[in-house]
């Protein structure tokens, strides 16, 4: 009964310890980061960057469906851009012609990110990343778009942590959409 309750109490603190955003394991505390996806290494549908001219974008994805100006009055951006928007993803262009996606969507759609092997599309499950990118998919967290809970999994965009990150937004565990999220927006 002594070992039982011993070895109940461990559970008890290895638990409460798991569930922060540190990890504890006798006597070492280690804080976790997130896994990287190098924004250099990532591929749109395997044949574009994330960030490419202008030219480049359309002729690989045609005319896109409607192209939003922003000013600085209109955002707390100190250099104009605007959105260029297809049925499934969305582009910052800026003034000199370079763009940089900002968001994809997978859900009925034929796109696909790849990152050197690895392949992201609809059929993405939230598992296949498990040992793939084990801090991320530790780190995960809720959130919701349009009153859909989402698990969002999180990744810097290179090896030196910033608050700029890649989003994986999975809804049922199937992937749905990817983000950019820059820090300063």
């Given amino acids: 009964m002594k070992k039982f309750k011993s070895w109940l109490i461990s559970l008890a603190i290895i638990t409460v ?25 990532i591929r749109i549908d395997g044949k574009m960057k994330v960030s490419a001219k202008y030219t480049r974008l359309v002729s690989l994805f045609g005319k896109p469906d409607s192209i939003i100006r922003y000013t600085e009055e209109d955002d707390f951006y100190d250099n104009p851009y605007s959105i260029v928007e297809y049925e499934s993803m969305q582009f ?15 859900e009925n759609s034929n796109h696909f990110i790849s990152y050197g092997k690895l392949k992201l599309n609809e059929n993405t499950l939230i598992d296949d990343l498990k040992t793939l990118f084990p801090n ?3 780190l995960k967290d809720t959130t919701s778009s349009e009153n859909r809970p989402l ?35």
């Fill in 17 to 41: 310890f798991c569930n922060s955003k540190t990890l504890h394991t006798i006597g070492i505390t280690k804080q976790m980061h997130y896994d990287c996806l190098i924004s250099d290494s």
């Fill in 92 to 106: 910052r262009l800026f003034d000199d012609e370079s763009t940089f996606i900002s968001r994809l969507t997978f």
């Fill in 136 to 138: 991320s998919y530790y």
């Fill in 151 to 185: 698990v969002a999994m999180r990744f810097f965009t290179d090896s030196s942590p910033t608050d700029t990150q890649w989003v994986l937004l999975f809804e049922q565990n199937r992937l749905k959409f990817i983000h950019y999220f820059d820090g300063n927006s």
